[in-house]
């Protein structure tokens, strides 16, 4: 039984670019949240998605990120025209069916590097 | 407005020595708690999680955890460290109501010396 899977596991990006982080969830998991990693700190909520509905974006900035999660296939979080201030760990978690006290299952993480 | 705060972001403690991990909660409701431990380059896996029910939590890989209102505290533990423990722990609070999201501590990277 896979895990929750995050491509690619490390991304290099030059200022400017686009960056596309992917999250598959477990099977079955149709709940999605986005965290955010930079260094020497914990992690920070951005965003938590169902199925084609964005639920809870408190924790994303207002410009040039954006989240989906499609009905068929992964979920995907886009940021546009990169800064370095967004070099970070980037962590996908998965929930079954977001019912009272559910687990929340992490991927490995997408090392995003902007030089 | 939730928060967690973790003290002593680097802990080092000799092989088969207690583990002594703190936590303080802040929360204007009642709180629901979970200890997460992150193997370098991989993802968080769930060690525990506090839901009300008891305040003595047991967890995977001999860990656990007391709930203590009192002092708002929710530290983890464990007897007797071993090498594999050595890893970053982080401690995250929710509403738990519905799918919530979580929030998260610092962290605190575990270092066991043989």
């Known amino acids: 039984n896979a895990g929750v899977m995050q491509n690619p596991r490390h991304l290099v990006r030059r200022r400017g670019q686009e960056a596309r982080l992917r999250c598959s969830p477990m099977k079955g998991h149709s709940h999605v949240y986005w965290y955010r990693q930079l260094p020497e700190e914990g992690l920070k909520f951005m965003v938590y998605?169902?199925?084609?509905?964005?639920?809870?974006e408190s924790g994303m900035p207002k410009e040039r990120f954006s989240a989906e999660f499609p009905k068929e296939g992964p979920s995907i979080l886009r940021i546009q025209q990169v800064v370095r201030g967004d070099s970070a760990a980037y962590f996908c978690a998965s929930s079954l069916s977001g019912v009272f006290q559910e687990t929340q299952y992490f991927g490995p993480g997408t090392r995003l590097l902007v030089l | 407005a939730q928060s967690v705060t973790q003290l002593g972001s680097h802990v080092s403690v000799s092989e088969g020595a207690l583990v002594l991990l703190r936590c303080n909660y802040s929360?204007?409701?009642?709180?629901?708690l979970f200890w997460y431990v992150q193997y370098p380059n991989q993802g968080l896996q769930l060690l525990l999680k506090?839901?009300?029910?008891?305040?003595l939590v047991k967890g995977i890989n001999g860990f656990e955890a007391e709930f203590k209102k009192s002092e708002t505290s929710f530290h983890l533990t464990k007897p007797s460290a071993h090498m594999s423990d050595a890893a970053e722990y982080f401690c995250a609070v929710s509403r738990g109501f519905g799918n919530e999201k979580l929030t998260f501590g610092t962290g605190t990277r575990l270092t066991i010396i043989p």
């Open positions: 506090y839901t009300s029910a008891a305040t």
């Open positions: 929360s204007s409701v009642p709180p629901y």
């Open positions: 998605l169902q199925k084609e509905n964005i639920i809870d």
